[in-house]
T-cell receptor, first 114, second 113 residues
Framework: GAVVSQHPSWVICKSGTSVKIECRSLDFQATTMFWYRQFPKQSLMLMATSNEGSKATYEQGVEKDKFLINHASLTLSTLTVTSAHPEDSSFYIC??????????FGQGTRLTVV | GENVEQHPSTLSVQEGDSAVIKCTYSDSASNYFPWYKQELGKRPQLIIDIRSNVGEKKDQRIAVTLNKTAKHFSLHITETQPEDSAVYFCAAILDQAGTALIFGKGTTLSVSS
Protein backbone atom coordinates (compact mmCIF):
# COMPACT_ATOMS: atom_id res chain seq x y z
CA GLY A 1 0.00 0.00 0.00
CA ALA A 2 0.89 3.65 -0.20
CA VAL A 3 3.20 5.13 2.42
CA VAL A 4 2.60 8.24 4.49
CA SER A 5 5.44 9.38 6.72
CA GLN A 6 4.96 11.74 9.65
CA HIS A 7 7.65 13.49 11.64
CA PRO A 8 8.42 13.82 14.46
CA SER A 9 6.90 10.81 16.18
CA TRP A 10 7.00 12.57 19.51
CA VAL A 11 7.81 16.04 20.76
CA ILE A 12 7.88 17.80 24.10
CA CYS A 13 7.68 21.57 24.09
CA LYS A 14 7.27 24.37 26.55
CA SER A 15 4.00 26.19 26.92
CA GLY A 16 3.84 29.18 24.58
CA THR A 17 6.14 27.78 21.93
CA SER A 18 5.21 26.49 18.47
CA VAL A 19 5.63 23.02 17.07
CA LYS A 20 5.66 21.94 13.44
CA ILE A 21 4.60 18.47 12.33
CA GLU A 22 5.34 17.21 8.82
CA CYS A 23 3.36 14.72 6.80
CA ARG A 24 4.75 13.32 3.58
CA SER A 25 3.30 10.99 0.99
CA LEU A 26 6.34 8.98 -0.10
CA ASP A 27 5.16 7.11 -3.18
CA PHE A 28 2.14 9.00 -4.40
CA GLN A 29 0.92 12.52 -4.84
CA ALA A 30 -1.70 13.73 -2.42
CA THR A 31 -3.79 16.66 -3.52
CA THR A 32 -5.58 16.43 -0.22
CA MET A 33 -4.33 15.42 3.20
CA PHE A 34 -6.27 15.23 6.43
CA TRP A 35 -5.23 16.07 9.97
CA TYR A 36 -6.75 14.29 12.94
CA ARG A 37 -6.32 14.68 16.66
CA GLN A 38 -6.76 11.81 19.08
CA PHE A 39 -6.97 12.25 22.83
CA PRO A 40 -6.28 9.24 25.08
CA LYS A 41 -8.91 6.53 24.77
CA GLN A 42 -10.87 8.56 22.26
CA SER A 43 -11.51 8.42 18.55
CA LEU A 44 -9.76 10.21 15.72
CA MET A 45 -11.36 13.61 15.31
CA LEU A 46 -10.95 15.38 12.02
CA MET A 47 -9.33 18.78 12.51
CA ALA A 48 -8.87 20.00 8.99
CA THR A 49 -8.56 19.12 5.35
CA SER A 50 -5.34 20.29 3.74
CA ASN A 51 -5.52 21.19 0.06
CA GLU A 52 -2.41 21.57 -2.06
CA GLY A 53 -2.00 25.14 -3.18
CA SER A 54 -4.99 26.53 -1.33
CA LYS A 55 -6.26 27.23 2.15
CA ALA A 56 -7.10 24.42 4.48
CA THR A 57 -10.66 23.71 5.49
CA TYR A 58 -11.11 23.54 9.25
CA GLU A 59 -13.75 21.62 11.17
CA GLN A 60 -16.07 23.47 13.45
CA GLY A 61 -14.42 24.35 16.73
CA VAL A 62 -10.85 24.09 15.44
CA GLU A 63 -8.97 27.40 15.62
CA LYS A 64 -7.35 28.06 12.27
CA ASP A 65 -5.00 30.65 13.75
CA LYS A 66 -3.76 28.18 16.30
CA PHE A 67 -3.39 25.19 14.03
CA LEU A 68 -1.67 26.46 10.92
CA ILE A 69 -1.71 24.14 7.95
CA ASN A 70 0.44 24.48 4.89
CA HIS A 71 0.27 22.19 1.87
CA ALA A 72 2.87 23.63 -0.44
CA SER A 73 3.48 20.56 -2.56
CA LEU A 74 1.71 17.38 -3.63
CA THR A 75 3.76 15.35 -1.17
CA LEU A 76 4.04 17.53 1.92
CA SER A 77 1.60 19.01 4.39
CA THR A 78 2.60 20.63 7.66
CA LEU A 79 0.65 21.34 10.82
CA THR A 80 2.02 24.00 13.14
CA VAL A 81 0.60 24.22 16.63
CA THR A 82 1.18 27.83 17.63
CA SER A 83 1.48 29.08 21.20
CA ALA A 84 0.99 25.57 22.47
CA HIS A 85 -0.64 24.97 25.84
CA PRO A 86 -0.95 21.82 27.94
CA GLU A 87 -4.50 21.24 26.66
CA ASP A 88 -3.02 20.88 23.15
CA SER A 89 -1.18 17.78 24.28
CA SER A 90 -2.52 14.99 22.11
CA PHE A 91 -1.76 12.47 19.38
CA TYR A 92 -1.83 14.19 15.99
CA ILE A 93 -2.05 12.02 12.91
CA CYS A 94 -2.23 12.80 9.22
CA UNK A 95 -3.87 10.83 6.47
CA UNK A 96 -3.96 10.82 2.69
CA UNK A 97 -5.79 8.91 0.03
CA UNK A 98 -3.82 7.81 -3.02
CA UNK A 99 -6.58 7.18 -5.51
CA UNK A 100 -9.15 4.73 -4.30
CA UNK A 101 -11.05 5.20 -1.09
CA UNK A 102 -8.48 3.61 1.20
CA UNK A 103 -6.84 6.10 3.51
CA UNK A 104 -3.23 5.77 4.61
CA PHE A 105 -2.04 7.18 7.89
CA GLY A 106 1.19 8.65 9.11
CA GLN A 107 2.80 7.22 12.22
CA GLY A 108 1.32 9.97 14.34
CA THR A 109 2.97 12.58 16.56
CA ARG A 110 2.67 12.51 20.31
CA LEU A 111 2.75 16.15 21.44
CA THR A 112 3.32 16.93 25.10
CA VAL A 113 3.21 20.55 26.19
CA VAL A 114 4.77 21.26 29.57
CA GLY B 1 -22.27 15.95 7.60
CA GLU B 2 -21.70 12.30 8.35
CA ASN B 3 -22.10 10.97 11.88
CA VAL B 4 -21.00 7.46 12.83
CA GLU B 5 -22.15 5.70 15.97
CA GLN B 6 -20.27 2.63 17.20
CA HIS B 7 -21.17 0.02 19.82
CA PRO B 8 -20.08 -1.37 22.16
CA SER B 9 -17.33 0.84 23.52
CA THR B 10 -15.67 -2.14 25.21
CA LEU B 11 -15.90 -5.83 24.48
CA SER B 12 -14.30 -8.67 26.37
CA VAL B 13 -14.30 -12.20 25.00
CA GLN B 14 -12.58 -15.48 25.64
CA GLU B 15 -10.07 -16.75 23.15
CA GLY B 16 -11.86 -18.67 20.42
CA ASP B 17 -15.14 -16.82 20.83
CA SER B 18 -16.60 -14.50 18.22
CA ALA B 19 -16.74 -10.72 18.53
CA VAL B 20 -19.20 -8.40 16.84
CA ILE B 21 -18.96 -4.62 16.63
CA LYS B 22 -21.76 -2.56 15.17
CA CYS B 23 -21.88 0.86 13.56
CA THR B 24 -24.58 3.09 12.15
CA TYR B 25 -24.13 6.04 9.85
CA SER B 26 -26.30 9.01 9.09
CA ASP B 27 -25.48 10.08 5.53
CA SER B 28 -27.20 7.83 3.01
CA ALA B 29 -24.75 9.07 0.37
CA SER B 30 -21.81 7.35 2.08
CA ASN B 31 -20.63 4.43 -0.01
CA TYR B 32 -17.39 3.20 1.54
CA PHE B 33 -17.07 1.67 4.98
CA PRO B 34 -13.64 0.67 6.30
CA TRP B 35 -12.67 -0.87 9.60
CA TYR B 36 -9.40 -0.01 11.28
CA LYS B 37 -7.44 -1.67 14.07
CA GLN B 38 -5.30 0.56 16.24
CA GLU B 39 -2.78 -0.60 18.78
CA LEU B 40 -1.69 1.74 21.54
CA GLY B 41 0.39 4.64 20.24
CA LYS B 42 0.33 3.42 16.66
CA ARG B 43 -1.38 4.39 13.46
CA PRO B 44 -4.71 2.83 12.47
CA GLN B 45 -4.37 -0.16 10.17
CA LEU B 46 -7.06 -1.07 7.65
CA ILE B 47 -8.31 -4.58 8.31
CA ILE B 48 -11.30 -4.81 5.99
CA ASP B 49 -13.59 -2.55 4.03
CA ILE B 50 -16.86 -2.78 2.14
CA ARG B 51 -18.54 -0.71 -0.52
CA SER B 52 -22.21 0.03 -0.74
CA ASN B 53 -22.80 -2.26 -3.69
CA VAL B 54 -21.88 -5.29 -1.60
CA GLY B 55 -23.73 -6.76 1.36
CA GLU B 56 -20.98 -8.85 2.88
CA LYS B 57 -17.25 -9.33 2.61
CA LYS B 58 -15.03 -11.87 4.29
CA ASP B 59 -11.29 -12.18 4.78
CA GLN B 60 -10.28 -15.26 6.75
CA ARG B 61 -11.50 -14.70 10.34
CA ILE B 62 -12.85 -11.23 9.65
CA ALA B 63 -16.09 -10.33 7.94
CA VAL B 64 -18.10 -7.17 7.46
CA THR B 65 -21.80 -6.90 6.68
CA LEU B 66 -23.64 -3.87 5.39
CA ASN B 67 -27.32 -3.02 5.50
CA LYS B 68 -27.80 0.07 3.36
CA THR B 69 -31.48 0.38 4.10
CA ALA B 70 -30.92 0.49 7.83
CA LYS B 71 -27.62 2.36 7.44
CA HIS B 72 -25.64 0.05 9.61
CA PHE B 73 -22.64 -2.18 9.18
CA SER B 74 -20.93 -4.68 11.44
CA LEU B 75 -17.54 -6.25 11.97
CA HIS B 76 -17.40 -9.93 12.83
CA ILE B 77 -14.25 -11.57 14.14
CA THR B 78 -14.38 -15.34 14.59
CA GLU B 79 -12.02 -17.57 16.54
CA THR B 80 -10.59 -14.59 18.37
CA GLN B 81 -6.98 -14.64 19.49
CA PRO B 82 -5.14 -12.56 22.12
CA GLU B 83 -3.41 -10.63 19.34
CA ASP B 84 -6.80 -9.39 18.21
CA SER B 85 -6.88 -7.25 21.35
CA ALA B 86 -6.84 -3.61 20.21
CA VAL B 87 -9.12 -0.68 19.54
CA TYR B 88 -11.28 -1.03 16.47
CA PHE B 89 -12.77 1.91 14.60
CA CYS B 90 -15.42 1.94 11.95
CA ALA B 91 -15.66 4.78 9.47
CA ALA B 92 -17.88 5.98 6.66
CA ILE B 93 -17.23 8.15 3.67
CA LEU B 94 -18.59 9.25 0.35
CA ASP B 95 -15.82 8.07 -1.90
CA GLN B 96 -14.89 11.16 -3.84
CA ALA B 97 -11.81 13.35 -3.98
CA GLY B 98 -11.25 15.47 -0.92
CA THR B 99 -13.58 13.72 1.48
CA ALA B 100 -12.32 12.66 4.89
CA LEU B 101 -13.07 9.52 6.83
CA ILE B 102 -15.41 10.07 9.74
CA PHE B 103 -14.77 7.62 12.54
CA GLY B 104 -16.90 6.00 15.16
CA LYS B 105 -15.81 6.35 18.78
CA GLY B 106 -14.02 3.02 18.80
CA THR B 107 -14.37 -0.34 20.51
CA THR B 108 -11.72 -1.68 22.84
CA LEU B 109 -11.60 -5.44 22.29
CA SER B 110 -9.94 -7.58 24.92
CA VAL B 111 -9.37 -11.25 24.19
CA SER B 112 -8.35 -13.29 27.18
CA SER B 113 -6.68 -16.67 26.91
Amino acid sequence: GAVVSQHPSWVICKSGTSVKIECRSLDFQATTMFWYRQFPKQSLMLMATSNEGSKATYEQGVEKDKFLINHASLTLSTLTVTSAHPEDSSFYICSARASAAEAFFGQGTRLTVV
Amino acid sequence: GENVEQHPSTLSVQEGDSAVIKCTYSDSASNYFPWYKQELGKRPQLIIDIRSNVGEKKDQRIAVTLNKTAKHFSLHITETQPEDSAVYFCAAILDQAGTALIFGKGTTLSVSS
